[in-house]
């Protein structure tokens, strides 16, 4: 495990969690010069796409499901990305994986899982009704 995610739990519909992703162990310090992604699994389904980050910081992209809710952010030297959660429901009741890549255009997307070298161990969110 190279990443460590962070910030799940129990929540109410309605409400927020700020998830965050920190390079863990020796394989590197910083996301600098890598782009992170944060993807999800809910039970009996294929873990997917939530929310990314270019290389470069300069692009960002957001599953259709959660756009307008979810911001993903890094501080100015990349040693977090965070994904704040606002206005949660129950069908984002997921584990929630954060992913980092060398690979791609610098300004560009990686929203496929093979594109990604590097996985945290997920961290639980449970958004009740």
Known sequence: VQLQASGGGLVQAGGSLRLSCEPSGLTFRSFSDYGVGWFRQ???KER???AGMSRSTRAYSYADSVKGR???????????VNLQMNRLNPEDTAVYYCAATARGPYNSINKRLVDYQFWGQGTLVTVSS
């Open 42 to 44: 809910a039970p009996g």
């Open 48 to 50: 997917e796409f939530v």
């Open 70 to 80: 979810f911001t993903i952010s890094t501080d100015a030297a990349k040693s977090t």
